[in-house]
T-cell receptor, first 114, second 112 residues
Framework: DAGVIQSPRHEVTEMGQEVTLRCKPI?????LFWYRQTMMRGLELLIY????????DSGMPEDRFSAKMPNASFSTLKIQPSEPRDSAVYFC????????????FGPGTRLLVL | GESVGLHLPTLSVQEGDNSIINCAYS??????FIWYKQESGKGPQFIID?????DKRQGQRVTVLLNKTVKHLSLQIAATQPGDSAVYFC???????????FGDGTTLTVKP
């Protein structure tokens, strides 16, 4: 199994630009999580989906952030417009009832907003 | 609100020694706990888990201890190796919640 796949691995953009991060969960997993990690705030859960439905988006910072999961094998996290304070590593993770509550993390997308 | 936090932000040990990483949690409804290891440039990786009906669980070179009375969790690594150098996170899940709450992380450095 290839594990959770994220793209791009690195993204450098200018303030005000739209950023789209992509995630492909492990096949068969029915839960998907988006996290943001910074030195200041640590690992923060932004949103999670169960069976493609958003369950809890209370961690989404503000309206500039949006996430979608159009099908079981793909999710996007979009930031529009981006700001320098959005610079962080964004992780996607997936899990399934078959694996219990263990989450399998992707390699992350390192975002730098100038 | 409920939170999970680590006692020490950094831990330095000599290669071959045993390491103990601690974690406190505050949600008494938590019924599942997980330790993750995050190496530089990578995502967190599952190490070991334990349910609230257990006090101890052992894996390969790792042991997790759970003390529900004082809401404390620890990760013991035997014969620590340089490859164990990483940030270790505890996470808790409970009350039927679909998400886990992560602690701040402890950085383990293994000196050769």
């Amino acid at each position: 199994d290839a594990g959770v796949i994220q793209s791009p691995r690195h993204e450098v953009t200018e303030m005000g630009q739209e950023v789209t991060l992509r995630c492909k969960p492990i096949s068969g997993h029915n839960s998907l999580f988006w996290y943001r990690q910074t030195m200041m705030r640590g690992l923060e859960l932004l949103i999670y989906f169960n069976n493609n439905v958003p369950i809890d988006d209370s961690g989404m910072p503000e309206d500039r952030f949006s996430a979608k999961m159009p099908n079981a094998s793909f999710s996007t996290l979009k930031i529009q417009p981006s700001e320098p304070r959005d610079s962080a590593v964004y992780f996607c993770a997936s899990s399934s009832s078959g694996t219990g509550e263990t989450q399998y993390f992707g390699p992350g997308t390192r975002l730098l907003v100038l | 609100g409920e939170s999970v936090g680590l006692h020490l932000p950094t831990l330095s040990v000599q290669e071959g020694d045993n390491s103990i990483i601690n974690c406190a949690y505050s949600n008494s409804a938590s019924d599942y706990f997980i330790w993750y290891k995050q190496e530089s440039g990578k995502g967190p990786q599952f190490i070991i888990d334990i349910r609230s009906n257990m006090d101890k669980r052992q894996g390969q070179r790792v042991t997790v201890l759970l003390n529900k009375t004082v809401k404390h969790l620890s990760l013991q690594i035997a014969a620590t190796q340089p490859g164990d150098s990483a940030v270790y996170f505890c996470a808790e899940k409970g009350g039927g919640a679909g998400k886990s709450t992560f602690g701040d992380g402890t950085t383990l450095t293994v000196k050769p």
